[in-house]
């Protein structure tokens, strides 16, 4: 035993840039599985955490539709209930250019009390509520110029003025994390009302015991048939979304996973070719096969279980930046969620995964290096002609028919997912054919025109393991590297689409087209537009959903949020999104009942044709868009309109007298430069993961193939040795190795585009099976273009064994000859 861990780190010490190359690609292969596994349980700790410091022990949002009595918690399990007073108030604000103009901007006020917020985390402990005292959020009292111990008027019922004092500025936690409220006492909420009093129909329940929080939801639903009772913490959309998120993260992990497979697989070739020696060493001291075995698999378990621990040990140390820059809640202000640790088997089972694919990678060429004689060992005798294994040869077959069969069965994720990971195996393990049919067929050409070099590397090319080794290895990682590329490109798409053509865009806070309707009499304006959207609860005959709604009677040029399959809706019909079609098995001209506002106070219904399509909504993303008619929409929803579109000649005069005299009516404006400016930024940091994940693969590919064709050449030393002494100068070997190198790599790129572009096919599927709808482009002339690039930096492999050979001693090999 002690003798074959010398040996082993020996080996592993004498081969440094193969060692670091293995590690790292264990390293990486574990990064993503953490990423991967590790999300679901983070995301569900971290949303716990949110909504812990924005609504404190809530475990139940109530909201009923008439006032609830004294004694609403009578048959609930032990709980506090926080009863909370909501009034939309008006305050006093100055205009900035202008301290002498005054105008008037809305709030919520809440009222309660102050022990009971405390008791349930939603206030600090130093809030003291009543006398008047008024607590509002430091972004508010910087937004308007508010500090402590100033005066600020509330307007109550019928505009009854009311004055308080700032009693403090609160950071945007608990009660104060939307920013905008003021949060006053339960006694002086009843000062804003004319009557004196105030009625209670929203509350927060924190459920003590956990467990009991379902039995809560439903006496509470069963004592008031007509609340709206949310669960905060599981609430099924929540989930939802969270197994959207970890399945998108498996996705690319199942991409990544392929790609290190490939690679390791390669250069673990290459390891156990050159620990040959040691092989023999053990054999001849009399080490039994199964111990030389051990010997064998140990080295690469070794390696596993460092590149585990180093890629375990970056995903922690990045996680929390990860998922403060990715998962994004509230203002930049906000406190950020505590970032859970990973569970401690998720640690062990991350590495012992990774020891067991490092294990399994080299199992093959490991029981061929223990049945090889010893004698052939000890003379070095390698059989470098490649013969395709009749098993590899069956199980690819079967793949590929499975990958066929499944790829029908488009809406299915699981299958999906079958379909990409057995098409890119069974190509793997097939194209060797594909590849010795076309070095056959140079091979010809090259005899007719009377091309020796070329001939001779044709016929290398087909028939030497490196070189079928390293262009399958190539057209695999190539494929999968086309896959990132157009996915890639698709996500670009969505933002170089741009939402929006016009030169000032404004977000309108509630308010009805006439209040702004002053915006076409402004100077330098040309003409402007209200783009009419919204979120809601509706229902599609039974299937209940979270809709994104949009009012479009016919497409203005100015607004670009939707890819439609006609110019807007009919007063009677209604455009679905594809996802949702599919989904619920609609299509296109049936009835369908709509109930608008389901989970709301009144609801609508309304017997709609389907008259189209929503191909993609760039505003959100999400497969989850309907759109209706600009009548219908506002017979529903009110006019209100949510964006106010504007051309004009001079931009950013017009958004500054839209900023300053839209009270708040106008809750953000960009102009055109500096909303191309946010999507810009947006776009380059999702664009520079991908890109990275893209330089990765190939920057693996190319040290795999670089390690196939060191190993083609150790095989081969003495055959080259024979060629040069006999006819052939080295620079003509040259030559043979670069065209040969020319050959399997470009083989392996012109199939390259059109598997990639199919398993581009299978791999938007996975993404519309799990929500994350999105525009599949494909740029053919693009990809060729990517697959040239791959190719150049493909040849460059041949150096290494040019000057390898280059650098052999002749009359070495000749005498051992």
Do not use: W
Request: with cysteine; aromatic share 10%; glycine share 6%.
């Amino acid at each position: 035993m002690k003798l074959i861990l010398k040996h082993t780190l020996k080996n592993m010490l004498a081969h440094k840039f193969k060692t670091f190359l293995l590690i790292i690609c264990v390293a990486v292969c574990s990064f993503t599985a953490m990423l991967s596994f590790d999300m679901s349980g983070s995301l569900n700790t971290i949303i716990r955490g949110l909504y812990s410091s924005m609504m404190g022990t809530t475990d139940l949002d109530v909201t009923t539709k008439s006032p609830v009595d004294d004694d609403f918690s009578d048959g609930l399990p032990d709980s506090n209930v926080l009863p909370i007073a909501v009034m939309q108030s008006s305050f006093d604000r100055h205009i900035d250019f202008d301290i002498s103009y005054v105008n008037r901007s809305t709030l919520p006020v809440f009222g309660f009390d102050g022990e009971s917020a405390k008791n349930m985390r939603l206030l600090r402990d130093g809030v003291e509520l009543g006398n008047k005292k008024a607590y509002i959020s430091e972004s508010f009292a910087k937004e308007f110029s508010f500090k402590e111990g100033d005066t600020i008027t509330l307007h109550g019922d019928r505009d009854k003025a009311v004055d308080f004092t700032v009693a403090g500025l609160e950071k945007e936690q608990g009660i104060f994390t939307n920013g905008e409220l003021v949060v006053i006492s339960f006694e002086d909420m009843k000062e804003l009302t004319l009557s004196g009093e105030i009625e209670i129909t929203e509350l927060l329940v924190d459920i003590k015991d956990d467990s009991l929080i379902d039995e809560a939801e439903k006496v509470i639903k069963d004592k008031y048939p007509t609340a709206k009772v949310e669960n905060l913490l599981d609430s099924k959309e929540l989930q939802d979304q969270i197994k959207s998120i970890t399945r998108l993260f498996l996705i690319l992990f199942a991409v990544c996973m392929l790609l290190v497979i490939f690679v390791t697989i390669s250069v673990s070739e290459r390891m156990i070719v050159d620990k040959m020696s040691v092989v023999g060493t053990f054999r001849s001291l009399g080490v039994s096969s199964k111990m030389t075995t051990f010997a064998l698999i140990l080295e690469n378990s070794i390696y596993g279980l460092i590149g585990a621990i180093i890629g375990v040990g970056v995903y922690v140390l990045v996680k929390k930046p990860i998922f403060d820059t990715v998962f994004v809640f509230g203002t930049p202000d906000a406190i950020k969620p505590v970032i859970p640790a990973p569970k401690p088997y998720v640690y062990l089972g991350v590495i012992l995964v990774a020891i067991l694919i490092e294990c399994l990678c080299p199992i093959k060429e490991t029981i061929k290096a223990i049945k090889t004689p010893i004698r052939d060992i000890i003379f070095n005798t390698k059989d470098t002609e490649y013969r395709p294994s009749r098993l590899f040869t069956i199980i690819g077959l079967i793949l590929l028919a499975v990958s066929i069969v499944t790829f029908f069965f488009k809406d299915s994720f699981v299958l999906s997912m079958v379909c990409f990971v057995s098409f890119i195996a069974a190509v793997a393990m097939l194209f060797n054919y594909v590849e010795r049919f076309i070095a056959k067929f140079l091979s010809r050409i090259f005899a007719k025109t009377g091309k020796p070099i070329a001939h001779l590397a044709a016929i290398e090319a087909g028939s030497k393991k490196s070189s079928v080794g390293s262009s399958v290895l190539c057209l695999t990682a190539a494929a999968l590297a086309i896959v990132l590329y157009i996915f890639t490109n698709s996500l670009a798409s969505i933002y170089d689409h741009g939402l929006f053509n016009s030169d000032v865009i404004a977000q309108i806070n509630g308010c009805k087209p006439e209040i702004i309707s002053y915006v076409d009499d402004l100077e330098g304006v040309e003409r402007s537009v209200f783009h009419y959207y919204t979120s809601d609860k509706i229902k599609l005959d039974d299937h209940k959903l979270d809709a994104n709604v949009y009012g479009l009677s016919s497409v203005d040029e100015m607004i670009k949020t939707l890819d439609l399959s006609k110019d807007g809706a009919a007063d009677d019909e209604i455009l679905i999104d594809t996802v949702l079609m599919k989904k619920y098995g609609l299509n296109k001209g049936d009835e369908i009942n709509v109930t608008f506002l389901y989970d709301g106070y009144l609801p609508m219904e309304r017997n709609l044709k389907i008259g189209g399509t929503v191909d993609f909504d760039y505003l959100v993303g999400q497969g989850s868009s309907i759109v209706i008619s600009e009548k219908t929409y506002k017979e529903i929803y009110n006019d209100f309109p949510l964006f106010l579109l504007v051309k004009g000649s001079d931009a950013k005069a017009v958004k500054k007298t839209i900023q300053d005299h839209s009270a708040d009516y106008i809750s953000i404006v960009y102009t055109r430069q500096e909303y191309d400016m946010q999507v810009a930024i947006t776009k380059a940091g999702v664009k520079g993961v991908l890109n990275l994940l893209i330089l990765i693969g190939v920057a693996l590919t190319f040290i795999g193939v670089v390690s196939n064709q060191l190993i083609g050449l150790e095989g081969r030393k003495r055959e080259c040795a024979v060629m040069t002494s006999v006819a052939m100068p080295r620079s003509k070997l040259s030559k043979m190795f670069l065209i040969e190198n020319l050959i399997s790599a470009g083989a392996a790129l012109l199939f390259a585009v059109p598997v990639g572009v199919f398993m581009s096919v299978a791999f938007q599927r996975m993404l519309m099976a799990i929500g994350q709808a999105g525009p599949n482009i494909v740029p053919v002339g693009k990809c060729v273009i990517y697959a040239v690039f791959l190719y150049a930096i493909f040849t460059l492999v041949s150096l290494f064994p040019i000057r390898a050979v280059k650098k052999m001693d002749l009359v070495s090999q000749l005498k051992y000859e």
